[in-house]
């Protein structure tokens, strides 16, 4: 009888400690999210409880494992940012979903009917990284390189993944140096964040010759599941070729593109 009685006892503990345990994971992955992808800086111990809302002992204890085990980073002034085992996770995930295989064929597509370069790229604060890039077959075109970077506020690809971010993310782009690349680049946060919510309402977003002289770019986002972008492609080329009027028609075409993109990595409107 005393065996049967203490069963019920076990269970209870067992089932206790797994909620426990549960709770301890999401609290985990609450503070990582706050720290490696709401952030845009390495952030205090208070600043981690104030945003998470979790008690103070609770953060310390699991700000400290989540560094002992490199998912985070403590600096030299006791603040924490994203540890080297998250960026080995993230290219490990484009290695296994592999955005390129998605968008490499629609990104032939657009080429082939435009003649201008398509370029693939993704978000890595404060740049975008061209990951992809489809040569226009013209003997004049834009000089560009797979692994290059350039500024979010200043390229098609970058301005069609700004748009779509985070009001944080915008928000640390907006008060840095905007600099001047070009006569036609946009250098006050006012006129940014008027160009980025034309950019929202559209769906595309231009370059007028922003970033490098004499090329003009088109770009949208590709979004993940979650409704993010995690990628971005663009139509670039000379500004003769590429000109104001033409963008009506290329815009579209871009956006359809991306969309299709999105739709087959899980994205779901």
């Given at each position: 009888?005393m065996a049967k009685v203490?069963?019920p ?6 089932a ?6 549960s709770?301890?994971?999401?609290r985990?992955?609450k503070?990582?999210e ?13 600043d981690?409880?104030a ?13 400290s494992v ?6 985070l980073r403590v600096d ?11 960026l080995?996770?993230g290219m ?6 592999d955005?390129?295989?998605f968008a490499r064929p629609?990104?032939e597509e ?15 604060f ?5 990951l992809?890039k489809?040569?226009?077959p013209?003997a ?6 797979v692994?290059?970077?350039?500024p ?6 970058g301005?069609?993944l700004?748009?779509?971010s985070?009001s ?9 140096e905007l600099?001047a ?7 006050t946060?006012d006129q ?10 559209r769906?595309?977003?231009l370059?007028d010759v922003e970033n490098?002289?004499g090329?003009?770019?088109v ?5 993940g599941?979650?409704?993010l972008?995690?990628?971005a492609i663009s139509?670039a ?5 590429i ?8 815009g579209p ?17």
């Amino acid at each position: 009888m005393m065996a049967k009685v203490g069963a019920p006892r076990v269970g209870a503990q067992g089932a206790g400690e797994a909620e426990n345990a549960s709770r301890s994971v999401l609290r985990s992955i609450k503070i990582l999210e706050t720290v490696a992808l709401h952030s845009q800086e390495p952030v205090r111990l208070i600043d981690v409880v104030a945003r998470t809302g979790l008690p103070k002992t609770t953060c310390h204890r699991l700000l400290s494992v989540l560094a002992e085990k490199g998912l985070l980073r403590v600096d030299d002034q006791g603040r924490y940012g994203p540890g080297a085992l998250l960026l080995a996770m993230g290219m490990n995930f484009l290695k296994q979903t592999d955005i390129r295989s998605f968008a490499r064929p629609r990104m032939e597509e657009l080429t082939k009917s435009t003649l201008e370069t398509c370029h693939l790229g993704i978000l890595q604060f404060p740049w975008v990284v061209y990951l992809e890039k489809v040569e226009s077959p013209l003997a004049v075109r834009m000089h560009s390189e797979v692994g290059a970077m350039n500024p979010l506020y200043c390229t098609g690809l970058g301005k069609a993944l700004l748009a779509f971010s985070s009001s944080d993310l915008i928000d640390s782009i907006c008060s840095g140096e905007l600099e001047a690349r070009t006569a036609q680049t946009i250098t006050t946060a006012d006129q940014l964040r008027e160009d980025l919510e034309q950019i929202r309402a559209r769906g595309y977003s231009l370059d007028d010759v922003e970033n490098e002289e004499g090329i003009r770019c088109v770009g949208a986002p590709i979004f993940g599941h979650d409704g993010l972008p995690i990628a971005a492609i663009s139509l670039a080329g000379p500004a003769n070729r590429i000109t104001i009027d033409s963008i009506s028609h290329l815009g579209p075409m871009v956006a359809e593109a991306a969309l299709d993109v999105s739709y087959r990595l899980g994205f779901n409107n």
